[in-house]
């Protein structure tokens, strides 16, 4: 036994950009935030620099809250934009539908998710209007909200235009939007505009703004730019166990990666990787990209045997959307890395 540490640990791998460690500028502020005393619950001075930061980011006067994780951040933001007998639209691949447990329903005190088709990750507007028109009677839960997630689960991004289609269709409807920004920084990255471009311009009400993916240990931030919809959030953070008592160590964490520019930083050497991989990926005869990599995710078809071999040698992917190998790349994946993981692709396929 190897005391818990796989001989495999020192190696950079594509599971998820959560299993990287903390950047730098993310952990030198933690540490600078940890010296000596400070208000709690939010009332300190690196709360409020973060709330700043973040207002400054987005050029606007909107409302913040620090919370530790991505599901919370949806859900309680989810439940602040409906009743409990509204509908909630979102693609059928999103992760508040896939991959957090029901938290969006429970928060809300039962709000229904209406699932929306759509290529490549991306909610078709029609699917929308199908959703919100197929019924008007009160025996169906009444679309209040539209969840966008960017960059999406298969690592596409929504462009401005695409955005502001959706945000018409939103409009037409009365629903509400809020976007699912788990790896907002890589939409950023990957558009070239500015971050309100992608968010209240086209009409988003909340953002959810992944820290985690993006470098920081721990740690989202919900951004409210229609801040009447924030009111009393504060109890709602309270009441989920997600309000931090030494919130320092989350906001000082966001005056780390923002004051420093790593946020974008970061998420242009994730995607540079990742657009790397997809065209290494397409040379080697046999595989099949699923979607054109936008931001920092490569889908890739392996054949199983290739994939377990590949698992074999040490390497960690997922294979849980599309039936491909999920490869992500995370704030320090490096050229090398990308190349590695490449030549053992080629050589196992070489073999068969
Ligand atoms: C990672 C992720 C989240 C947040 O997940 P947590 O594990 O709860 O922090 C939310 N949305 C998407 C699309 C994600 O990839």
């Known amino acids: ?58 050029e606007v006067d909107c409302e913040v809250f620090f919370v530790f994780n991505g599901t919370a951040a949806n859900a309680l933001a989810l439940a602040s934009l409906c009743q409990s007998y509204h509908g909630i639209i979102c693609h059928e691949l999103a992760h508040v539908e896939t991959d957090e447990c029901g938290a969006p329903e429970f928060f809300s005190n039962g709000t229904k998710l ?68 788990a790896r907002f920084s890589n939409a950023v990255a990957a558009a070239g505009v500015t971050p309100k471009e992608l968010t209240w311009k086209v009409g988003v009400d909340v953002l959810c703004f992944g820290g985690t993916k993006i470098g920081m240990a ?15 959030f ?3 953070c309270k009441q989920a166990g997600q309000l931090a008592s030494k919130m ?9 990666i923002l004051e420093s520019g790593a946020w974008l930083r970061n998420a242009e050497q994730a995607n540079r990787c990742a ?50 190998a999920r490869l992500m790349c995370s704030w320090d994946t490096t050229e090398a890395d990308v190349e590695a993981i490449v030549q053992d692709i080629k050589e196992l396929m070489n073999q068969r």
């Open 1 to 58: 036994m190897g005391g818990g540490i796989s001989s495999t640990a020192d190696r950079h791998q594509f599971a998820s950009d959560n299993y990287a460690g903390a950047c730098p500028e993310a952990w030198q502020a933690m540490a600078e935030a940890n010296r000596g005393h400070a208000p709690a619950y939010g009332d300190d001075d690196w709360t409020t620099r973060a709330s700043g930061l973040l207002r400054d980011l987005f």
């Open 114 to 181: 209406l699932l929306a088709h759509g290529e490549a990750g991306r909610v078709n507007p029609d699917a929308i209007h199908q959703l919100v028109t197929k019924r008007s009677d009160i025996h169906y839960p009444k679309p209040r909200v539209l969840s966008l997630t960017q960059a999406t689960e298969v690592g596409t991004v929504y462009s401005v235009a695409q955005l502001e289609a959706l945000q018409e269709m939103a409009q037409r409807h009365g629903l509400r939007i809020h976007m699912d920004g």
């Open 218 to 232: 721990f740690g989202e931030a919900i951004v409210f730019f229609n801040r009447e919809l924030a009111h009393e």
């Open 234 to 236: 504060a109890y709602r």
């Open 248 to 256: 320092r160590f989350l906001a000082a964490q966001w005056v780390g």
């Open 275 to 324: 657009l790397l991989l997809e065209s290494r990926l397409r040379e080697i005869p046999g595989l099949e990209i699923l979607w054109d990599c936008e931001a920092n995710a490569v889908f890739v078809m392996i054949p199983e045997e290739i994939r377990d071999r590949l698992r074999a040698k040490g390497w960690r992917f997922y294979t849980f959307i599309g039936g491909g």
